[in-house]
């Protein structure tokens, strides 16, 4: 098996048009991605190959996001194994998204559709069969990347051999939607959205994007660190406490939450973040399946699962029904930290010594080929079932 880029390197593949639950139809549609080492396939059509799934804001270059994972000798060995990461259908590094150009030439903007969960898994299922690929190792994600790594158990289970689930639920809580919905209408009520149709404008609702960055990252961080690292403290040189009211003194933590937010701004799309998020309050593998644990018992994919124990955002609890109701689980991880739910990318050891228990699993286990040893089928014959 050959890819038509290098390793490495930033790559694109138009994939046709896609068509979502909803019946939507986006033409044209292109999905970047990245791949390191080399893909192997054996006489039974089984690869060497790790999917793996980006968060909410995430992209394709999952080797600078999961540096110490990725890589010659890490746990994702590159000189075993060939990594593939994707930028989601609906994001804004290089797949087709609400700032791409419509068939007409202008941007997609508020024509783009509304997505669903599995509509990203479908679309990247569509990716991966143009590419040629149809079986991986394993498939592995966290947070909007675990949301999806889930639905890839249920609906291309034969597709892979097991998968590693982080940080995520079986569907979004109501605590989940309200406080991304409150981040969605800081967007979409900046006088400069324009509907959704913003990008001939010449400005963008940076303000509101960066007000949805600061809700949100008080959910990715753990309380507290943010209280170890910041307290009540004053900015240096500012005076928030004054006889005077002035938004512009500022307490340490609103500059540190002003600095995550202009550093989205610059990196990210307003559309992309509605289209993406809206997708995650959409996330419920129980739906049309029966109700979340019968969903869940009906997963064959051998499945392991961690979670964060100081997570805000996905609280440990979500990963521990998942443990208590998959139909294969094989084995259920803590990982122990102040940082909160972004401990899934900045717990580097501990990541390490689960990824490697997951992998160790993977190559001491038959292959998974789906229930009775059913044989293969072609990858984009599965969607639907």
Request: net charge negative; proline share 6%; hydrophobic share 40%.
């Given at each position: 098996?050959?890819?038509?880029?290098?390793?490495?390197?930033?790559?694109?593949?138009?994939?046709?048009?896609?068509?979502?639950?909803?019946?939507?139809?986006?033409?044209?549609?292109?999905?970047?991605?990245?791949?390191?080492?080399?893909?192997?396939?054996?006489?039974?059509?089984?690869?060497?190959?790790?999917?793996?799934?980006?968060?909410?804001?995430?992209?394709?270059?999952?080797?600078?996001?999961?540096?110490?994972?990725?890589?010659?000798?890490?746990?994702?060995?590159?000189?075993?194994?060939?990594?593939?990461?994707?930028?989601?259908?609906?994001?804004?590094?290089?797949?087709?998204?609400?700032?791409?150009?419509?068939?007409?030439?202008?941007?997609?903007?508020?024509?783009?559709?509304?997505?669903?969960?599995?509509?990203?898994?479908?679309?990247?299922?569509?990716f991966l069969?143009?590419?040629?690929?149809?079986?991986?190792?394993?498939?592995?994600g966290g947070?909007?990347?675990?949301?999806?790594?889930?639905?890839?158990?249920?609906?291309?289970?034969?597709?892979?051999?097991?998968?590693?689930?982080?940080?995520?639920?079986?569907?979004?809580?109501?605590?989940?939607?309200?406080?991304?919905?409150?981040?969605?209408?800081?967007?979409?009520?900046?006088?400069?959205?324009?509907?959704?149709?913003?990008?001939?404008?010449?400005?963008?609702?940076?303000?509101?994007?960066?007000?949805?960055?600061?809700?949100?990252?008080?959910?990715?961080?753990?309380?507290?660190?943010?209280?170890?690292?910041?307290?009540?403290?004053?900015?240096?040189?500012?005076?928030?406490?004054?006889?005077?009211?002035?938004?512009?003194?500022?307490?340490?933590?609103?500059?540190?939450?002003?600095?995550?937010?202009?550093?989205?701004v610059k990196?990210?799309?307003?559309?992309?973040?509605?289209?993406?998020?809206?997708?995650?309050?959409?996330?419920?593998?129980?739906?049309?399946?029966?109700?979340?644990?019968?969903?869940?018992?009906?997963?064959?994919?051998?499945?392991?699962?961690?979670?964060?124990?100081?997570?805000?955002?996905?609280?440990?609890?979500?990963?521990?029904?998942?443990?208590?109701?998959?139909?294969?689980?094989?084995?259920?991880?803590?990982?122990?930290?102040?940082?909160?739910?972004?401990?899934?990318?900045?717990?580097?050891?501990?990541?390490?010594?689960?990824?490697?228990?997951?992998?160790?699993?993977?190559?001491?286990?038959?292959?998974?080929?789906?229930?009775?040893?059913?044989?293969?089928?072609?990858?984009?014959?599965?969607?639907?079932?």
């Open positions: 098996m050959q890819f038509p880029s290098a390793p490495g390197t930033p790559a694109t593949l138009p994939i046709g048009s896609f068509t979502t639950e909803a019946g939507a139809v986006i033409d044209d549609c292109v999905i970047a991605y990245h791949y390191w080492g080399t893909p192997q396939v054996d006489a039974d059509g089984h690869s060497n190959i790790i999917l793996v799934e980006h968060a909410l804001t995430g992209d394709s270059d999952a080797a600078t996001w999961w540096a110490d994972l990725i890589g010659p000798g890490k746990a994702f060995d590159t000189e075993h194994y060939c990594v593939i990461c994707t930028n989601v259908i609906g994001g804004c590094s290089g797949s087709t998204g609400p700032s791409s150009p419509h068939p007409d030439g202008n941007a997609w903007g508020s024509r783009f559709p509304a997505l669903s969960i599995r509509d990203l898994v479908h679309a990247e299922a569509q069969s143009t590419l040629g690929v149809h079986h991986v190792q394993a498939v592995v947070s909007l990347g675990g949301a999806r790594t889930l639905e890839w158990t249920l609906l291309y289970p034969t597709f892979m051999d097991a998968a590693l689930v982080l940080a995520v639920s079986a569907r979004a809580s109501a605590w989940q939607i309200g406080i991304q919905q409150a981040q969605i209408g800081a967007i979409t009520q900046d006088a400069h959205w324009h509907g959704g149709d913003y990008y001939a404008t010449g400005t963008i609702p940076a303000e509101g994007l960066a007000n949805a960055r600061r809700i949100a990252h008080l959910t990715y961080r753990g309380e507290l660190e943010l209280d170890e690292r910041f307290g009540a403290d004053a900015q240096s040189g500012e005076n928030p406490l004054g006889a005077f009211i002035d938004p512009h003194q500022r307490f340490a933590v609103n500059s540190y939450l002003d600095y995550q937010a202009d550093k989205l990196r990210f799309d307003a559309g992309s973040y509605v289209i993406l998020t809206e997708a995650l309050n959409r996330h419920n593998i129980g739906l049309g399946r029966g109700g979340l644990n019968k969903a869940l018992s009906s997963s064959q994919v051998p499945t392991m699962i961690a979670g964060v124990d100081t997570d805000i955002l996905y609280p440990y609890h979500q990963q521990e029904h998942l443990s208590r109701n998959l139909g294969n689980l094989i084995g259920m991880a803590k990982i122990v930290s102040p940082v909160g739910h972004d401990a899934f990318l900045t717990e580097s050891r501990q990541l390490d010594t689960i990824a490697r228990r997951f992998l160790h699993y993977i190559t001491t286990h038959p292959h998974n080929d789906g229930p009775a040893g059913s044989p293969r089928e072609p990858l984009i014959n599965l969607r639907g079932k």
